[in-house]
């Protein structure tokens, strides 16, 4: 065989590898679907009665897609509320977003197209990668992580325009549906995050983060309870994980 030929199969391997890693994070997007579509179909039915085109609602999902900030977004923006401080409570909603990175940084190699695959990390996104990467081959990770951001992501779009263009009629009928939808996501990021509740470690900081941030809610900062919550959430794991490195390397 020649050099040339070794090469193409081994391109070809590669390439094969990498088109079933995607398909897979595709396929492992599926579970999302009803969470998102329920909550973005919620959104494009509120963007419309706040007055914004069925266009301009799917625009907003598909360049802000942050699920509460654009809700808080819509809002703001109806009531008049000044640009600067629109965006200064979306970042401040969003600063979560701080810790996610670090979390999956260490299961990933350097790459050009990571800066634009964060526009994907949710909040479900995060909590699926978290359990998921750690069982994949390091060639598999990036392709994986586009197929189950990229289709979380249209699955946002496209509940969106489901609520923009329809969304009216289909609370009219199931008048319940309307109630249920924002309690979609919160109820799947905590069946994602449950896997978690295994290790003692994050028992312990996931317990800590809610219960400080329904003690911020309780005090009247409910739009600070989310992001403190999730950075002293951080900050309390690095520490109990390097106490326990410290541990074992003294035993």
Same mark, same amino acid.
């Given at each position: ?27 492992? %997007? #599926? ?6 579509? +329920?909550? $973005?179909?919620? &959104?494009?039915? =509120? @963007?419309?009665? /706040? ?5 301009? %609602? #799917? ?6 897609? +942050?699920? $509460?900030?654009? &809700?808080?977004? =819509? @809002?703001?923006? /109806? ?6 401080? #629109? ?165």
């Amino acid at each position: 065989m020649t050099r040339a030929r070794r090469y193409g199969v081994v391109s070809s391997e590669q390439r094969s590898e990498w088109q079933a890693a995607f398909w897979q994070g595709a396929r492992d %997007a #599926i579970p999302l679907f009803g969470g998102y579509i +329920a909550v $973005a179909l919620s &959104f494009g039915l =509120v @963007a419309i009665q /706040a007055g914004f085109s069925s266009f301009e %609602a #799917i625009l907003i999902s598909t360049f802000i897609y +942050a699920g $509460a900030s654009q &809700f808080l977004f =819509v @809002a703001m923006f /109806a009531t008049g509320a000044p640009l600067w401080l #629109i965006i200064a409570t979306t970042l401040l909603i969003n600063a979560r977003h701080i810790v996610y990175g670090p979390n999956l940084a260490p299961y990933f190699t350097p790459h050009r197209a990571w800066p634009w695959l964060m526009h994907g990390l949710t909040d479900q996104v995060f909590a699926m990668a978290l359990t998921q990467l750690e069982q994949l081959r390091e060639a598999q990770r990036l392709p994986w992580f586009i197929g189950l951001a990229l289709f979380a992501w249209l699955s946002w779009i496209a509940g969106t325009a489901l609520g923009a263009i329809g969304g009216s009629e289909l609370t009219k009928h199931w008048p319940l549906l309307a109630e249920a939808m924002p309690f979609a996501l919160p109820a799947l990021f905590l069946v994602l995050l449950a896997p978690r509740f295994n290790s003692g470690r994050w028992a312990l900081v996931l317990s800590g983060t809610v219960v400080l941030a329904l003690i911020m809610k309780v005090l009247g900062y409910p739009n600070a309870a989310i992001p403190l919550a999730a950075i002293s959430g951080a900050i309390c794991f690095q520490v109990m994980h390097r106490y326990q490195l410290r541990k074992g390397a003294e035993a």
